[in-house]
């Protein structure tokens, strides 16, 4: 069995090439990191989240996630303000590496255009990405 075969890919969010995704939660949208992401950056140890207010276009940089391995810019897999963050974050980014799809979020957004969302990947177009 390989490495990406335990890996999730649900298909109830939908997927930037940069590693991010993107789940419609009523008026908002619910933004973490792929599972994919998380296993190659390793034990996650820091979480820099944006301002709550601030405002990012589609695939600009809204933070960083480091991890003992390395640090990663995080880009925006759709333009929004942001509304809410996770704040439990702070205190256990480890979360990140457990449940990336679910406590993991990173973040909330009031989209700027609803329609982005559907300019990302499904769940089996970012793992076909992933295996280019």
């Not at 109830?12 to 994919?36: F, N």
């Not at 695939?59 to 640090?71: N, P």
């Amino acid at each position: 069995m390989s490495e990406m075969d335990q890996l999730q890919f649900p298909d109830t969010v939908k997927y930037s090439k940069e590693h991010t995704w993107a789940r419609p939660d009523g008026d908002l949208v619910v933004v973490g990191i792929s599972d994919y992401a998380q296993d190659q950056l390793g034990e996650i140890v820091f979480v820099e989240l944006p301002e709550i207010g601030a405002a990012f276009a589609i695939d600009e940089e809204f933070g960083v996630v480091e991890s003992v391995k390395t640090a990663s810019d995080l880009y925006m897999p759709i333009g929004g303000e942001v509304v809410e963050v996770n704040q439990s974050l702070e205190d256990g980014p480890e979360v990140i590496n457990s449940d990336p799809f679910g406590e993991g979020w990173m973040m909330k957004i009031k989209a700027v255009d609803p329609g982005e969302i559907d300019t990302l990947l499904d769940a089996q177009g970012y793992f076909d990405n992933l295996e280019q």
